[in-house]
């Protein structure tokens, strides 16, 4: 089994995902995996990097599929007994003059940008290594979306105390509400990718509190983060930051010396802590 420190980062076949294996590929001191859903996409982005004079290594990786998300989590352990940088990118958005129904946008978003990067958490934070990194990829607009829920909801959304399970029954509850068209009756904002990442930040913070109820020795530091407003397909041409940019914050996350025991559980943007 390898010895080697290895860093994983989701949904990095182009954009702030490539930009961040592009980065941990100069300053990780170990082996960095570019994944994919369609390996041939990955593969090419590999032997782009690969041209840089980078040595970045691939394994297929598909958010929305358990299997998908299981092999990748056997092969960690069996080839490296654990994890030591988990960066989850992969996530999607509607560009904002698309016709699909809102029902069906809320379900496709928060099936990837919630739920799939849950089930990457519940199957791959039990392989962290100790003084392991753990950066969740959020936007500043789950804070924009969090102010325009129903004080009710931001309540639950800012608790110190809600569940993992309260949060998945609110999270499916936004979909089942878009299905009824009674979300915004029900105190949810107009935003399918907003609510998807409200999630996300509200995970992070939970993910956070347990590992410090049950692994406290292990100095794992986990962390929710924007990277900016980034030209990528996601974003489109004209958002003020290049990938590189969008990247900083992510990379800064990830790399934080095993002396740091902050920030932790926390909201970042501009490698500042922001108030959630």
Known sequence: MSSV???VVTGSNKGIGLAIVRALCKEFPGDVYLTSRDPGR????????????????FHQLDIDDLQSIRALRDFLRDTYGGLNVLVNNAGIAFK?????PFAVQAEVTLKTNFFGTRN??????????????????????????LGR?????????????ITEDELVQLMTKFVQDTKENIHEKEGWPNTAYGVSKIGVTVLSRIQARLLNEQRRGDHILLNACCPGWVRTDMAGPKATKSPEEGAETPVYLALLPSSADSPHGQFVSDKTVRAW
């Open 42 to 57: 990955g593969q090419a982005a590999v032997a782009q990097l690969q041209q840089e004079g980078l040595h970045p290594k």
């Open 120 to 145: 990457v958490c519940t199957e791959l934070l039990p392989l962290m290594k100790p003084y392991g990194r753990v950066v969740n990829v959020s936007s500043m607009v789950s804070s924009s979306a």
């Open 149 to 161: 829920c129903s004080q009710e909801l931001q309540q639950k959304f800012r608790s110190d105390t």
């Open 5 to 7: 420190p290895v860093a």
């Open 96 to 100: 904002v003059q698309d016709t699909t």
